[in-house]
């Protein structure tokens, strides 16, 4: 063997470690005897361990290869408000050390030991998005193979920066970055590599991570663009992590009860609109919701204005204006039995164009608001015009009350009869409108979360 050894005679294995300087090679024989019975003796390795502070290099102009991947084991939380996802990391870090050989046909087989990392030249590779402290550890092990690779793995809880678009939630689906690159070391000094395959990296990354969780994992991709600070060039490798919420809480928790609550505002149309029961029923329900919103505004994003929002605002809007509209009808109907006015013309001819819109209904005069010929709604909730009318006697009746009736009197109680009618025509116009827009607004919604979830 070439070079200063030393031999004795009881210990018959030896482990060689070589150093090789720049410009020249030293060798150096270790005893490594009873390594396999009472471990490494670290003094074996004092002359690497002298070394770490410098980039293990045996010329200073070839680059060390670092080669990385990990394993996303857990999806902790993602904080819509401050743009921060929080993940736990497996990263691994493989090198080589040219400085580290040895035969382990003279060490009885030994081809790997674990050496402490605090004696060891480690790569200086961090998370770009990274936003707080790294809290790696002390006192981790990394494992050297006899031919001088270095393999070093340490767990990583990563709170890191990522832009979130909440527009769709709770349906909504992220996209967020990490970025390793080198601190320190440009492309002349340290390059980057992979240690497996990003579909590697995925599929262990979907089979360990917690599968209960509020968030899933998607897919991750990577791409290898390199950094330009100033006039300095860094190798880095950047994966792009694709997550999805599980919508299934909000669902239940959210949309569910607020279907239930519009269904039942939508209901409450067949409630009759004269007999003052379907005004504090509606102002109920109002209430209600309101109730529901607060307590169910934790599970709200706190920035920006996702659909859900406007969702909520809409039935709001629905609920309120249902409201409005009862009032109205209710005192409408009220006014019409009193004392009915006259239908302005431009409603005479809404109300003539929305109940037949499909003919000229000649049996229509404009003349007076006389002889329209409505057929009845369909919809509940409003009595027929002689009930509202306070049972209005007719001609007949009339005449069986007395003689004392006039032919101009008679015209005036039909005048205010026909008066009556439009105006429940109307508020029977009113209802139906109202109800068809409570329909399609929660056929539409059911569709969108049907159509969100399926995507």
Known sequence: MEGSCFHRERFPFYLVLSLLLQGRSSTFTIDCSGFEQHGVDPAAL?????????????????????????????IKDVDEQLQLLSSFLWLEMVWDNPFISWNPKKCKGITKISVATKNLWLPDIFIVEFMDVDKTPQGLTAYVSNDGRIRYKKPMKVTSICSLDIFYFPFDQQNCTLT???????????????????????????????????????????????????????????????????PSLYIINLLVPSGFLMAIDAMSFYLPAESGNRAPFKITLLLGYNVFLLMMNDLLPTSGTPLIS??????????????????????????????????????????????????????????????????????????????????????????????????????????????????????????????????????????????????
């Open 310 to 455: 406007v969702y909520f605002a809409l039935c709001l809007s629905l609920m309120v204006l249902s409201l409005l509209e009862t009032v109205f009808i209710t005192y409408l109907l009220h006014l019409a039995t009193t004392q009915p006015p006259p239908m302005p013309g431009w409603l005479h001819s809404l109300l003539l164009h929305c109940t037949c819109p499909r003919k000229c209904c000649p049996t229509a005069s404009h003349k007076g608001n006389e002889g329209l010929g409505l057929p009845p709604a369909q919809l509940p909730g409003v009595k027929e015009p002689e009930v509202l009318a306070g049972q209005m006697p007719g001609p007949r009746e009339a005449e069986a009350r007395g003689s004392g009736w006039t032919r101009a009197q008679r015209e005036q109680e039909a005048q205010k009869q026909h008066r009556v009618e439009l105006w429940v025509q109307f508020s029977h116009m009113m209802d139906t409108l109202l109800f068809r827009l409570y329909l399609l607004f929660m056929a539409s919604s059911i569709l969108t979360v049907i159509g969100l979830w399926n995507t």
């Open 46 to 74: 004092d002359v690497v361990f002298d070394r770490k502070a410098f980039r293990p290099a045996t010329n200073l102009s070839i680059p060390t290869r670092v080669n990385i991947s990990f394993t996303m084991s857990a």
């Open 180 to 246: 390793f690159r080198s601190f320190l070391y440009t492309v002349e000094k340290m390059l980057l590599g992979m240690e497996k395959e990003v579909w590697e990296i995925a599929d262990t990354s979907r089979d360990i991570v917690q599968t209960h969780g509020e968030w899933e994992l998607l897919s991750i991709n990577k791409a290898s663009p390199r950094m330009l600070v100033g006039d300095k060039l860094y190798d880095q490798i950047m994966f792009y992590v694709a997550i999805r919420r599980r």
